[in-house]
């Protein structure tokens, strides 16, 4: 296999980076957490997404990182924000927020070339038990996802850990979105699904950076992206969530880069 002059990278294309290169990923992956904690005062009833996305926009700035999104594919904000039956890549707009809604906040930020990547779910006033379960169930499967993160495992061993909580649960895991490889690049190989068999896919070794960001929905697995050509919802119209955290794989298991410094994450 092809390798360059700093690192290697694997058969499966997937890079090895150096112990030196996960201070990189702490810092982008703290400041991408803590504008997440920051930004939970915002939402509540009333709150229009693009102003949270304007609050991200502006924090991104003041940490002195850069926005990943702005500019990637056309994009153009800070954010996603997916409200409801939005699975993921909601657009930021001058909808307001109703009491009851939930949001996945989903914000990417450059430090000094490392990206970090992380989103998590919210809630607009009170929400009903079917959402609050939805939400549990979905940090729980990331969270199951993380617990299989160790060298010699393999990707299928992550995403069938996701899977068989979410439909014990019965709930589904989206098929259409992946999490994927991070580092110096915002999107790069595997594709880490959240769906799978034991002992599938390639396997993990210390070096690697990753997302894991599994879309749960309460309904059917199927999305369609809308005529904005980002936004993509469940086509049953059931309610979607979703939590997302960047990892390195480690020689004991996996260090989580954007765990929220204020405890946050769970219940913003
Ligand atoms: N942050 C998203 C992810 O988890 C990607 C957003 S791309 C955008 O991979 F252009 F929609 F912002
Ligand atoms: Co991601
Ligand atoms: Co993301």
Same mark, same amino acid.
């Given at each position: 296999m092809l390798d360059d002059i700093?690192?290697?990278? &694997?058969?499966?294309?997937?890079?090895?980076? @150096?112990?030196? %290169?996960?201070?990189?990923?702490? @810092?982008?992956?703290?400041?991408?957490? /803590?504008? /997440?904690d920051d930004v939970g005062a915002l939402v509540q009833p009333g709150t229009m997404t693009s102003e949270i996305d304007d609050f991200i926009r502006t924090e991104v700035a003041r940490r002195g990182a850069t926005s990943a999104t702005i500019g990637y594919k056309g994009y153009q904000h800070a954010s996603c924000i997916s409200v409801n039956h939005v699975v993921c890549h909601g657009i930021p707009g001058a909808k307001k927020l109703a009491e009851g809604d939930i949001l996945n906040i989903d914000v990417t930020v450059i430090v000094e070339g490392w990206f970090g990547d992380t989103s998590r779910m919210y809630a607009a006033g009170a929400i009903n038990r079917k959402a609050e379960r939805l939400i549990e169930v979905t940090h729980e499967g990331l969270m199951r996802g993380i617990e299989a993160v160790k060298p010699g495992n393999t990707f299928g061993d992550i995403g069938h850990a996701i899977q068989t909580f979410v439909e014990a649960n019965r709930m589904s895991v989206v098929r259409d979105f992946c999490g994927h490889g991070l580092g110096r690049v915002f999107h790069a190989p595997p594709n880490v699904l959240h769906y799978g068999r034991p002992g599938t896919g390639a396997v993990l070794e210390e070096g690697m950076f990753f997302t894991i960001e599994p879309m749960v929905n309460l309904g059917r697995p199927e999305t369609k992206v809308l005529? %904005?050509?980002? $936004?993509?919802? &469940?086509? %049953? *119209?059931? /309610?979607?969530?979703?939590? @997302?955290?960047?990892?390195?794989? $480690?020689?004991?298991?996996?260090?989580?880069? &954007? /765990?929220? #410094?204020?405890? *946050?994450?769970? *219940? #913003?």
């Open positions: 700093r690192g290697r990278v &694997t058969k499966d294309g997937i890079r090895i980076y @150096e112990d030196a %290169d996960f201070a990189g990923m702490r @810092e982008a992956g703290r400041i991408a957490a /803590l504008i /997440l005529s %904005d050509e980002w $936004t993509a919802v &469940t086509r %049953d *119209k059931s /309610l979607s969530a979703q939590y @997302e955290h960047s990892v390195g794989v $480690t020689a004991e298991g996996c260090e989580i880069f &954007t /765990l929220s #410094p204020g405890g *946050k994450f769970f *219940k #913003p």
